[in-house]
């Protein structure tokens, strides 16, 4: 299974791709995680992101090309992937598309989650992680019960520097303004499935209506 999932930020992209890692034998590469982590760590592609990140503005294309020409040709990848949050602008799926063919491999969907934008703001901007083992939580639909702790593992629960709410808009813009263009050229390239993924009202969950759109199952 190789499948990109497009979506603004706060759609739920992290969510679904960890669903899948749990029911599928598939590698879920999230760039955001892949740049947090190198951050926290100050590796020298840490301290190149880092100001991006803090800002919500894109690593500039070369540097994520680069790191995912590496990630794709991991081991790992030979199982199938879910790309989180990359290809974000038209060159990196246009180097996606070279990757993809030196590897001779194929996509099998492109995934767009839909959410209006008051959803996500809140989505976003209540969002709190945990320090240490990275549970999700959220102070308007979901708090953890012990408060500022993690319920799984009593971490610090905080805030992203990038989840604070004028961070929020100027991320909501750039996914605008550079990513949304990636929905028509995959709507030429690709089958492209529109998922709306607002939880309100889902008769079905979103994995389930995910596995309808590619067409795979257990
Ligand atoms: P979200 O999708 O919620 O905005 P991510 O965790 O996917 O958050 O990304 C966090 C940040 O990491 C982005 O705001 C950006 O600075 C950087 N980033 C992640 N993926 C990419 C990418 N494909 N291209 C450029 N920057 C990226
Ligand atoms: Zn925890």
Redesign the pocket.
Known sequence: MRIILLGS??AG??TLAAEIERKYPVAHI????I??ENVKNNTPLGLE?RA??DS????P?DI?IAMMEDRLREPDCEKGFIL??????VP?AEALEKILEELDLKLDGVVLLDVDEETVVRR?SGRRVCRNCGAIYNLFFRPSSKGDLCEKCGGEVYQRE?DREEVVRS?LK?FYEQTAPLIDFYGEKHTLSRLAADRSGRHHSLLEDLERAVGISE
Request: charged residues 30%; positive net charge.
């Open positions: 930020p706060g992209k992290g999230s760039t955001g995680d740049f947090r992101a991006f990140l919500g503005r894109l690593v294309d994520v989180d949050g990359f290809p974000r602008t990196q976003l990038d991320r750039v």
